[in-house]
């Protein structure tokens, strides 16, 4: 029978600012994850004991608020949504997932080219009609638990790579048509930072949770000066509007981003989140860079393959190393998957909730 873990306290976003901020010692340990893929929230939410799973929007966020908040989450990512953009390209295949439906599909984002390879392409899109939708946070805020707080997180670097120009078409525009790069990167800007500034004050929500991946496994996607050009410039813009706001302003990248940390550190993130042991574990992290809050941690290799007690092992490691100091939120280094084990899952949540910040026995 699968542990269905469960907290008794209050949802308390206040003190979960705090304690990112390095304001307050930790009493407890905060969750924190930058997504939970639907079909886990689903398998949680049946295992809470309820049968009907629906599909429609207001249905969609109540599911999601009561899996996180009856496990303890202070805060839920809602993520994103426009109106009016364009009909992306991208892969599709099977999905093989072990949570997944047997007839469900899996996209990934576009490799070769996305919509926009010329100047023309460009001036064919309808830029000034594509806005925030204005509705898209309406049944979070409707059913949202006392205490609880709201993340909203876009993309704008990896929206441009994987949707707008694909990566082939932007890696070699970069080089032949580097003019068009910087009207892309300008519009789809825009388009995002007016998102954010769409919901930034809203009452409801407490963080802005922006998503960037500028790095794989060995490096960064593109040179480190242009990484600065068209992503750091544009971040240290979002960190003024969100702290005037009185907001926090999470950054998450995955891949080897070193290059690039110092420089989103001096804009003004609040935290960094995503994490993956074979290029940084978070305890390293910590150390390397006290002065923001570390985020995340819990490697998704570790939670997709190992079983559950080298696994909560692991997760006792890192709450020993990083738990105590604050700055700090555990929860799966990238996004909770459709790929992981239930059981897997519902332990690191379990081994945070049993963890004993005093040091007493567990």
């Known amino acids: 029978m699968t542990l269905i873990p469960g907290s008794s306290r209050k949802k308390n976003f206040a003190e979960f600012r705090e304690v990112l901020k390095g304001n307050k010692q930790p009493d407890r340990v905060h969750l924190i994850e930058l997504w939970i893929d639907e079909e886990m ?207 926090l302003l999470i950054f998450h990248s995955c891949g080897r981003v070193e290059q690039i940390l110092p420089d989103l550190i001096a804009v003004g993130i609040d935290g960094f989140h995503s994490f993956q042991d074979l290029i940084m574990p978070i305890a390293e992290f910590r150390r390397r860079y006290p002065g923001i809050a570390a985020l995340g941690g819990v490697d998704v290799d570790a939670l997709a393959r190992m079983n559950e007690k080298v696994l909560r092992e692991y997760v006792r490691k890192i709450l020993d190393e990083v738990a105590s100091e604050g700055k700090f939120a555990l929860g799966a280094g990238n996004t909770v998957t459709n790929y992981m084990p239930v059981e897997n899952y519902l332990a690191m949540v379990d081994e945070a909730q049993r963890f004993n910040l005093a040091g007493a026995d567990r």
């Open 41 to 247: 929230i689903k398998a949680v939410y049946r295992l809470l004991g309820n049968t009907q799973w629906r599909t429609d929007r207001e249905s969609m966020a109540l599911q999601r608020l009561t899996v996180m908040g009856h496990l303890g989450y202070d805060l839920c990512n809602a993520g994103s949504a426009y109106l009016n953009l364009p009909v992306f390209t991208e892969g599709t295949a099977k999905n093989t997932a072990i949570l997944s439906e047997a007839d469900s599909l899996r996209h990934w984002a576009e490799e070769g080219h996305g919509i926009i390879r010329s100047w023309a392409d460009f001036h064919a899109v309808d830029w000034e009609s594509i806005i925030p939708d204005p509705d898209f946070l309406t049944p979070y805020k409707k059913h949202l638990p006392e205490g609880m707080k709201l993340a909203v997180g876009a993309t704008m670097f990896e929206f441009v790579l994987e949707r707008w120009m694909g990566y082939e078409g932007l890696f070699t525009s970069i080089y032949e048509n580097p003019e068009l790069v910087d009207a892309v990167f300008r519009r789809v800007g825009d388009i995002v930072f007016d998102f954010y500034k769409y919901y930034v004050s809203d009452e409801d929500v407490g963080v802005v949770f922006h998503a960037d991946d500028l790095g794989f496994k060995t490096s960064l996607m593109i040179s480190p000066k242009l990484i600065r050009k068209y992503v750091i410039s544009w971040t240290e813009r979002l960190a003024e509007m969100v702290h005037r706001a009185g907001k």
